[in-house]
């Protein structure tokens, strides 16, 4: 319920940044709050380096949603330059009617000088009415995230957000039908940093004893 709370947020930001390593649920919560939205999303994941391979993906999934949008950004191409990403955030703006929320998974695995950075940067800054993106990454992404921050662009969650607090642990551990008096389970959450993957195999090896 907490997560879910903040996650609200992110239809309040131009950008949501999500930072945290393998196991801490980002992937999970996002999804989870995306089924219960009313906002119509589009859940990317980046498969590589390449940022060719990625823009091509995004123009498929925004044809499907909205034809005329998709195909205007597929003959812009790859905003590989300062006016190629003007043009991008003008049709943005020009052709995407209804509110939607871009997220955009796994963007460690971009080059650190991939030009699609400063895209992200750029639609931040632009505060675009019906655009909300969200990036989720294993390392802070090179977005000049403390300015965003600064300014109020950009809504920044870390893994120390993201883990379970003491009382959300002991909810964890009943739901999983561990009865634990209350010592043990300060003992599990202070070994488990409230990481919800190691919870999960605490939670395993108590139940396969």
């Known amino acids: 319920k907490r997560l879910y709370t903040l996650l609200q947020s992110i239809e309040e930001?131009?950008?949501t940044v999500l930072v945290a390593s393998t196991g801490y649920g980002k992937t999970t919560v996002v999804q989870q709050y995306l089924e219960k939205t009313t906002t119509q999303y589009l859940y990317i994941d980046i498969t590589g380096s390449s940022d060719i391979a990625f823009w091509q993906k995004l123009c498929d999934e925004m044809v499907a949603i909205s034809p005329k949008l998709g195909q205007a950004l597929r003959l812009i191409?790859?905003?590989?330059?300062d006016l190629k990403i003007a043009s991008v955030i003008a049709t943005l703006k020009d052709q995407l009617t209804k509110?939607?929320?871009?997220?955009?998974?796994?963007?460690?695995?971009?080059?650190?000088?991939?030009?699609?950075f400063s895209l992200f940067t750029t639609i931040a800054l632009e505060e675009l009415s019906?655009?909300?993106l969200v990036l989720l990454s294993q390392k802070v992404p090179p977005i000049k995230l403390s300015t965003l921050v600064f300014k109020d662009y950009c809504l920044f969650l870390d893994r120390e957000t993201l883990a379970f607090n003491?009382?959300?642990t002991g909810g964890y551990l009943e739901l999983k039908g561990m009865h634990l008096d209350k010592k043990v389970i300060e003992d599990i959450y202070q070994q488990s940093g409230g990481w919800v993957s190691v919870l999960f195999f605490i939670s395993e090896a108590f139940r396969h004893g």
Do not use: F
Request: hydrophobic residues 40%; charged residues 20%; glycine residues 4%.
């Open 130 to 132: 019906n655009l909300r």
């Open 77 to 81: 191409g790859l905003p590989s330059d």
């Open 13 to 15: 930001y131009p950008i």
């Open 99 to 116: 509110p939607l929320i871009l997220v955009i998974d796994d963007c460690q695995l971009l080059l650190e000088n991939s030009t699609l």
């Open 166 to 168: 003491l009382e959300e």
